[in-house]
Nanobody, 120 residues
Framework: QVQLVESGGGLVQPGGSLRLSCALS????????MYWYRQAPGKQRELVAR???????TYEEFVESRFSISRDNAKNTVYLRMHSLKPEAMAIYFCNANRVTGLGEELDYWGQGPQVAVSS
């Protein structure tokens, strides 16, 4: 059974930094494209960043180079480093693992979502 367990959320002041971690168990992280999404109160879930199996990273425009996604396949963990945080970054952040098997089956798993609060 594949599970994603996230950690690292919390309260930070505007301009501060946080690092979110997402540990995958029950499979090998190296098989998956990994994503971070977020959902702010009253808004739809939106994509934040993506990292491919080959470590190619992409970010949504609103990130403005303030976030960095990375992966450590040896630790089965993906990270999202966030700095210069703004109040509008306050949301629940979700880790997502996605792959298509050799049989064409799509596997998609979600973490529980740590809360990130940005407030003075």
């Amino acid at each position: 059974q594949v599970q994603l367990v996230e950690s690292g959320g919390g309260l930070v002041q505007p301009g501060g930094s946080l690092r979110l971690s997402c540990a995958l168990s029950g499979s090998a992280l190296s098989l998956y494209v990994m994503y971070w999404y977020r959902q702010a109160p009253g808004k739809q879930r939106e994509l934040v960043a993506r990292i491919t199996r080959g470590d190619l990273t992409t970010y949504e425009e609103f990130v403005e180079s303030r976030f960095s996604i990375s992966r450590d396949n040896a630790k089965n963990t993906v990270y999202l480093r966030m700095h210069s945080l703004k109040p509008e970054a306050m949301a629940i952040y979700f880790c997502n693992a996605n792959r298509v098997t050799g049989l064409g089956e799509e596997l998609d798993y979600w973490g529980q979502g740590p809360q990130v609060a940005v407030s003075s």
